[in-house]
């Protein structure tokens, strides 16, 4: 579905004019406000993403970018387990972003939000680029429609960084916003893949310290003390690679595959598996452009990725490549 949004005012601080995300005709997807130089331009240096999403609580973005770049920014300084944290960044093999991309709404106290994070970049003494995406004619996100809305936002600025990225690290961040969020966060994460999924969990509002129940943009700007230390805790929740699905290429071989497995389904499953393709079929734009035996060849590459032992992937897939053999020989 295209995010049906006209580019609204923005407030641009040593800015080129906004761009926006490479989309369809019938998609306005804006790229609203922008701290730096809008990437509308293919560079060849590799550049590290943070994408984040963010609701009424702008200090996650802060305490998200401070555990990747203790150098830029040592929030954790004085954190009891720091050494944990930099074991946690040593296994992941993290690395200090360059950019902080922003997927929000446009709703008021996310506007609070937003002014909030850019006085925290003014103020930082080595600020990365700080970009900001918000889906036109959402707020609170509190029905479908700007659920959906959001979602493609999200994966549409997920496969963008990517590209933009060059190579180089695209870390995702659960925390801010809505759960839907943080839930098309880690789609999107299966998708295109990211060099690690990342969440900051903390104390109860009413059992925080006080500077960070003002959280004013200076206090993210320098070492925290021990006691906001003790009431943030950074996470790394997982890892993923880029999906193979997207990678499928279709030669006459695997095309008679795939019509061979059609063949072989009953009609209920037929029109079971269609109801299933349907998503994908109908979108021929972006970011799928397979044909019916294109998604019908994923059936069998499912089997290749399922959560099943060695000896029961390697049994059911020769089982399959039987079958298969069977009725392209008749």
Not at 80 to 99: F, S
Request: charged content about 15%.
């Amino acid at each position: 579905m295209a995010i049906k949004a006209d580019v609204c005012g923005s407030s641009v601080v040593g800015a080129t004019p906004t761009s926006r995300l490479t989309t369809n005709n019938a998609s306005k997807t804006s790229f609203n406000r922008d701290v730096g130089v809008a990437p509308t331009h293919k560079h060849t240096m590799k550049k590290n993403i943070l994408l984040c999403t963010l609701g009424a609580s702008w200090a996650v973005i802060p305490e998200a970018y401070g555990f990747l770049a203790p150098q830029q920014l040592p929030l954790y300084q004085h954190h009891p387990q720091q050494p944990a944290l930099n074991k946690l960044r040593g296994d992941y093999h993290l690395q200090a972003p360059d950019e902080i991309w922003v997927c929000t709404t446009q709703g008021e106290q996310t506007q609070k939000s937003l002014i909030q994070l850019q006085n925290w970049i003014q103020l930082c003494p080595q600020p990365p680029v700080l970009r900001i995406w918000q889906a036109a004619q959402t707020d609170q996100l509190d029905n479908q429609q700007e659920c959906l809305e959001m979602r493609e936002l999200i994966v549409r600025a997920c496969l963008k960084a990517h590209d933009y990225a060059n190579s180089g690290q695209v870390v995702l961040s659960l925390a801010g916003g809505r759960k839907t969020m943080s839930a098309d966060m880690q789609w999107a994460a299966s998708l295109f893949g990211c060099q690690a999924l990342l969440h900051v969990v903390g104390a109860e509002y009413k059992n925080m310290p006080a500077a960070l129940q003002q959280a004013t943009p200076d206090l993210f700007t320098r070492a925290f003390d021990r006691d906001c230390c003790q009431a943030i805790m950074p996470l790394v929740t997982g890892q993923n690679q880029r999906s193979d699905l997207l990678d499928i290429s279709m030669d006459d071989a695997q095309r008679q595959v795939a019509q061979a497995i059609w063949q072989s389904l009953s009609p209920d499953e037929q029109t079971q598996a269609l109801q299933n393709c349907q998503a994908l079929l109908d979108k021929s734009d972006w970011p799928w452009q397979f044909s019916l035996w294109d998604v019908l060849a994923m059936i069998k590459q499912g089997f290749v990725h399922s959560f099943l032992s060695g000896n029961d992937k390697e049994t059911l897939s020769k089982q399959v490549d039987a079958q298969l053999y069977q009725l392209i020989s008749k």
